[in-house]
């Protein structure tokens, strides 16, 4: 995303038909830009279809008639390869998912929600990879581009509360002396509010997408000021993330002491949440550079992963009663 390289490949699961993508425009035949145009073309139509059949007529026409999809791409040999880099990357992802499966069933009789949350992810990723293709046919259209992003998310969430499961199954719940329920529940409102920021985010990524291919990737101190009201949304977003993360960090050590999981997710979710800002005033006062963008996405998917965590955490923890 930070490198623009989302149709660096302009067919899937191949790279310009090829399993190893070529090195050079030399190397395609001349009419290869009318060719994966009119091939996303076929794939929307079957999309729409299918969009129409489960009663969304509406995105089925936004598809159709989306004058992007018409925009043939140029071949970038380091675009292609960053793309390529990035579907290897999600094909060892679905390998180690189908792994940890097969790993699983040895839990079949002790703990089968083990087993069903990784068939369950397993699932997941591939129709992840399934919508990976939409998102290229479609040239990177925002909303399937958003909902790419939030199934990244999910798959990420069932990991991690795999991973809590298993390692706490044969564990009795912490106690502790201090009341959690505002906790608990505060931790919630945060995980919502860092969800809803991941996906405002998004739309803010989108519409800098936009205009860097309306000035064909110039004027790029120029950007922000451009994308308009979402990124004063996200911007606003921010500073509430910020305050709900303050008040829960106060929350864990206010109830929690010495090495207590809890406090150490705590004190990586203040070390993830200030690398967190200073990508950010970097995007917004330093013209974008593509490091900050690469760190500042991923650093919102920890911040959310280890809130995540902490929660579980904490909702596995009892007061005490006398």
């Known amino acids: 995303r930070s490198t623009g390289s989302g149709m660096g490949c302009p067919d899937w699961p191949k790279c310009f038909d090829q399993y190893v993508p070529p090195t050079s425009a030399s190397q395609l035949p001349s009419d290869y830009k009318e060719k994966y145009v009119a091939e996303r073309v076929a794939k929307n139509e079957r999309f729409a279809k299918t969009l129409e059949r489960m009663g969304k007529a509406h995105l089925a026409d936004s598809i159709r008639h989306d004058p992007s999809i018409l925009l043939p791409e140029t071949f970038n040999v380091a675009k292609t390869w960053t793309e390529y880099l990035n579907r290897l990357m999600g094909a060892l992802t679905g390998f180690l998912l189908l792994i940890l499966t097969v790993y699983s069933f040895a839990y079949r009789k002790t703990a089968r929600r083990i087993v069903v949350l990784s068939i369950l992810n397993l699932l997941v990723v591939g129709y992840q990879g399934w919508l990976g ?190």
Request: charged share 15%; aromatic share 12%.
């Open 133 to 322: 293709s939409i998102v290229v046919s479609t040239n990177l259209m925002p909303w399937i581009v958003t909902v790419h992003m939030l199934l990244a998310v999910l798959i990420i969430c069932i990991l991690i509360y795999t991973y809590h499961y298993a390692k706490h199954l044969h564990k009795e719940n912490s106690v502790i002396m201090a009341k959690l329920p505002w906790l608990k529940g505060f931790l919630l409102l945060t995980l919502l509010t860092s969800l809803i920021q991941i996906v405002v985010g998004t739309e803010v990524r989108e519409a800098i997408d936009v205009i860097s291919k309306d000035l064909a990737g110039a004027a790029r101190n120029s950007w922000i000021a451009k994308a308009g009201s979402i990124f004063i949304e996200h911007r606003n977003l921010a500073i509430l993330v910020l305050v709900f993360n303050i008040v829960v960090y106060k929350m864990v050590k206010d109830r929690f002491n010495g090495k207590a999981e809890p406090l150490k997710m705590a004190n990586w979710i203040a070390l993830t949440l200030f690398v967190q800002l200073l990508s950010g005033f970097a995007l917004a006062y330093l013209s974008l550079p593509p490091v900050a963008q690469a760190v500042h996405i991923l650093f919102a998917v920890l911040l959310f992963g280890i809130q995540y965590y902490l929660y579980l955490l904490v909702y596995r923890t009892s007061t005490y009663k006398q």
